[in-house]
């Protein structure tokens, strides 16, 4: 399709609209729309091919940003990780059964011995043997600050999550 004979069409459909300002659309919709039936009828279709054309320009809009690659790595969602995972399994261990005055180590030792006794294998657990006890600590502190843990163990993310249906 050339440039020209496209023009010319848009130009055609547009004919149509006899008042052209894109700013008094809308309010030309809302009025046609208190009025009765037959008079909204009218200004929509009338309307129609800015409309139509409009919504082409967005859709292209959004095919271009959709088709844009950003360069780097994909960014993660902070909550999605084991280190924020292993923070709310402690966060909920805390509150459950502890005090708000217990450490890192402490909170690791009852959410260790919740995920044994719960009996989760060793491939899923979050709290494995197979983890050094220093990167289990690490990656508890890592998780607080992602999640914005006060010195009490208390985080408004933490209490979001829990309280989703």
Not at 3 to 18: N, Q
Request: positive net charge; hydrophobic residues 40%; contains cysteine.
């Amino acid at each position: 399709m050339t440039s020209d004979y496209a023009k010319k069409l848009i130009t055609k459909a547009l004919a149509t609209v006899s008042n052209l300002d894109v700013g008094n659309a809308h309010e030309r919709l809302v009025i046609a729309a208190q009025g009765d039936d037959s008079a909204l009828a009218s200004t929509v279709r009338e309307m129609l091919p800015l409309l139509y054309f409009g919504l082409l320009a967005l859709d292209k809009q959004l095919s271009i940003a959709a088709t844009k690659k950003r360069r780097g790595r994909p960014s993660k969602d902070p909550l999605s990780d084991m280190d924020s995972f292993r923070a709310f399994q402690c966060w909920h261990a805390v509150k459950r059964f502890g005090r708000p005055d217990w450490t890192n180590r402490e909170a690791l030792d009852l959410a260790t011995l919740i995920e044994n006794l719960v009996g989760i294998p060793a491939k899923e657990a979050a709290f494995s043997k197979h983890v050094t006890r220093e990167t289990l600590e690490e990656s508890l502190s890592r998780g607080k600050s992602k999640l914005g843990f006060s010195d009490q163990w208390a985080c408004a993310t933490c209490d979001e999550i829990l309280a989703m249906p």
